[in-house]
Each structure stands twice: as C-alpha cells, then as structure tokens.
C-alpha cells in the first residue's frame, strides 16, 4: 500500500459540499500540486487536522474553486496512513476537474470500498466495523443508523472478543501442557472450563438469534397484501404510502404484476408489496401475475388478506385466505367499510382482523399503529444486532462447535478430541471478526461498497 488513492467521496450529485479524498505516503505533496494554500506554504507543512483556506487547480493550473484541505498524517487517520480531504463546492465539473488533476499529479483512482479496506488491514477496523460503514451509508432509519454506528465503534467486537480470548486461552493452556511437562504448569482439566463454554454457547446463541430482527431492521418488513380482484389492495397500498402508488380504477384485473413501496410506520420500514388478484384465470399474463402473487406471500414476514367487506365472500376470497396464509404471519383487513357491511369478522381465520376504509382512511391508525408495535425491534441497538447472513452463519458455526465440545466432554473423550471442536469455533469467530478470514470472503465484503468509501 505504497501507492496514493484518490476520489470523490461524497458522489456525483451536485451538492453544497463536496470532498476530495487521499490516502497513502506522499499524499499531502500530491494534494499539494492542485490545492495550494493561502498562506503560501506547501500543504504538506500545514498543521494535522486543521482546515485550512485555498486555492484548487485544474489540471492547465485554472482556478477551480476557493477549498478547503485538510491533513490527517497517519497512523492517527481514518485509514491508518497519511490522508488528506479536499474539501470544496459540490459541482461535479469541479469535483471532477480536480480528482483528474490529482491523477496527473501522480495518484491512482481508489478501488471501491478501498478507503475502508486499507483501514482494516491497518488494523483500524475489524471486519465487522468495516460491514457496519456500508450499513450506516445505507441505513434508512434511525434505529438501523445507531446500530451501524456502534458496531463502527467496535461494539460486537468487544462482546465476541472476550469469548475468542477465552477459547484461545483454552487451547494455548492445553498444548502448553502437552509440550512442556516437564514445566510447572498448572494440570489441564476441562471440567474446570464447562461453565465458561456453557456461557459462551449461550451468548452466542442469543447473538445469532438478532439476525432475523436485524434483517428487518437492515431491509426492513416484507408486507404483501393479498385478496381477489377489487377487493381494495391498491387504494390499500395509496393510503398506507400516502401517494397514488398504483393506479385504482373499478375494473377487476387492473393491478397484473406485483408492485412495491416502502413505508415507515414509526421506528418500522416496510416494503409493502401489491399484488395481483388471486383467481382463476385463462388470461396468460394475468396468469403470471397471480402465479407472483402467491410467491410473494409465500416470502413475506406479513401477509395481509384484503376482503371487500361490501360484498359476501366466495371463492376467489378463499383461493386469496389461503395464499395468505402461507406466509411467516397472516392478519385480514376488511376494506371498504364505509359501505353496507356484508362480511363478519366470524368468517375470516386471521388474528387480528382490521375494519378500514382505504378511501377515507378510516382504521389505518389501528392497522399502522400494530404493524410497528408487533414489527418494531424490542433490541437494543448498540451494535449487537447482527444485520447480515454472514456474520449470523459465522456466529452460528462457533456456537454448534462448542455445543459440540461440551457434548464430547459430557461422553468423557479425551482432551484432544475437545479441543479439535474449539478450534474450529477459534475459526468461526475469526472469520466474524477478520482474523482468519479467506480472502475472498473479504473481497466479497467490498464489492457492495462505493468508490470513495
């Protein structure tokens, strides 16, 4: 990592601010060949972590732009090394103008997600601080934000480092034992480690169980909302989005292909799916929309059964209660209840069961107002919620090898055939965390990044 990176890292929309960033040896005397101080002095004299005024260059020595740089010299930096912002008007001429000058001056475009990575393998982050800088970029509400921001801070790693110490202290006391006998080490006995591995099983296990809850947090509720042709899922979708999403005309069949919107219901992001109504049809694309609408029930965390309370079920509503009810959870909205009213709650097989009218909006706030108590995440998010199938996968391995230890330990094996099983959670958790990890795994981990990050 001899080389200096160089990109915009607050994208290419036009903004009030954007910034220039560098990371590498020598890269305050390569910012200095396009940004030039105000007080004359070369940039890489001016005081660390101080903004200070003037001039950026194109790459013909034009004037740009009145900035602002910045010098972090390293290891006390994002990423470990030497690194400076350029920080100026957000055009993106501008912005662009002076990232191609600094590519004169002798920096080389930055990977995606390369900022971050040379602040991982400098030991500024662990593998799981640099998945939670991509989560807090994405994150859409405030509970997914705090939740990325204290693993950035290392929160899950202190709470799965103690238990990697502790498996490391295991195995190092056993092959001391082992190769040394003749020193005066204290006797290996695993009995004196059960309670300690029971601990640690469980902790792992509860940690493991926030991945479900995390994916809701991350990406938020699945909601498809499913019923015959007219029954109201449209004008449903309008009213809980508050826009017409979708159009609604008195035509059975309008709605062909499954249609998605995200809203917040307090704390809680949804994505609410509407889909085609459920029937028998000869129609080959009407068809294929049904065919999808069944599948999105299938994959979703709520299906919510939409009936025409106005009119008397039948067969198309049982084909729809019975798709519903294929998903993780099942609840029935009687629509259109500002009309007579010719369903009862006695018919339909869902608890709870809502009456609302998605014209008037009558009922939607007891509707809104269960999808985020039920849905809304009783974690705590400090940065023990775990928001990825890797990190869950990982979690979970570690957990099923110790399981397995204290299985062996309780048939009374031998102490090698323990240990075997603690190493391989040694390397769970270390593939969590960084320390073991392959580098494709790692390479992976990057991919989704942008560049600048």
């Avoid at 005024?53 to 910045?70: I, N």
């Avoid at 391989?424 to 580098?439: H, P």
Wanted: aromatic share 4%; with cysteine.
């Amino acid at each position: 990592m001899s080389d200096v990176i160089a990109a915009i890292s607050t994208g290419k929309q036009p903004c009030a601010v954007g910034i220039l960033r560098l990371s590498g040896p020598g890269c305050a005397e390569i910012a200095g060949v396009v940004f030039r101080l105000k007080s004359g002095k070369p940039l890489s004299e001016a005081p660390a972590r101080r903004l200070c005024l003037g001039t950026l260059y194109d790459l013909r020595g034009r004037e740009l732009d009145q900035a602002l740089a910045v010098r972090c010299p390293g290891p006390a930096s994002y990423t470990g090394e030497d690194t400076v912002e350029l920080q100026c008007h957000g055009s993106p001429a501008v912005l662009t103008a002076g990232l191609e000058a600094l590519y004169r001056a002798g920096a080389r475009p930055a990977q995606p997600g390369e900022f971050t990575k040379r602040a991982l393998l400098n030991g500024k982050l662990d593998l799981t601080g640099a998945e939670a800088v991509m989560d807090l970029i994405e994150a859409q509400t405030a509970d997914m934000a705090a939740n990325a921001a204290a693993q950035l801070g290392g929160a899950l790693h202190r709470r799965l480092n103690p238990i990697y110490e502790g498996l490391t202290d295991i195995c190092s006391h056993y092959h001391a034992v082992l190769d040394y006998p003749d020193e005066d080490i204290p006797d290996f006995r695993l009995s004196d480690f059960e309670e300690r591995l029971r601990t640690d099983r469980a902790q792992l296990e509860w940690l493991r169980a926030t991945c479900e809850r995390g994916r809701i947090l991350k990406q938020g509720v699945k909601i498809a909302l499913v019923g015959k042709p007219n029954a109201g899922k449209s004008s449903l979708l309008n009213a809980l989005v508050g826009y017409d999403r979708v159009i609604v005309t008195e035509v059975p069949g309008t709605t062909r292909d499954t249609v998605e919107e995200t809203a917040r219901f307090g704390r809680v992001l949804a994505r609410i799916t509407d889909t085609a109504g459920i029937r028998d049809t000869a129609d080959r694309i009407e068809a294929l929309g049904v065919e999808r609408s069944r599948a999105a029930a299938e994959q979703a965390d709520l299906a919510i059964f939409v009936c025409d309370a106005a009119q008397p079920l039948d067969e198309e509503d049982r084909q729809a209660m019975a798709a519903a009810r294929e998903a993780k959870r099942a609840i029935a909205v009687m629509n259109k209840t500002d009309l007579p009213q010719r369903v009862f709650r006695v018919q339909l097989p869902f608890e709870p069961i809502f009456a609302v009218s998605a014209v008037r909006g009558d009922g939607l706030d007891k509707l809104c107002g269960w999808i985020e108590d039920t849905f809304g995440t009783d974690l705590p998010c400090d940065g023990s919620i775990l928001t990825n199938t890797r990190q869950a996968e990982a979690v979970g391995r570690a957990a099923e090898a110790i399981g397995r230890a204290l299985s062996a330990m309780e048939a009374g094996v031998t102490p090698d055939a323990v240990l075997t099983e603690l190493e391989a959670a040694l390397e769970a958790l270390g593939e969590l965390t960084g320390r073991t990890v392959r580098e494709d795994i790692t390479q992976k981990i990057f991919e989704r990044f942008c560049v600048g990050k």
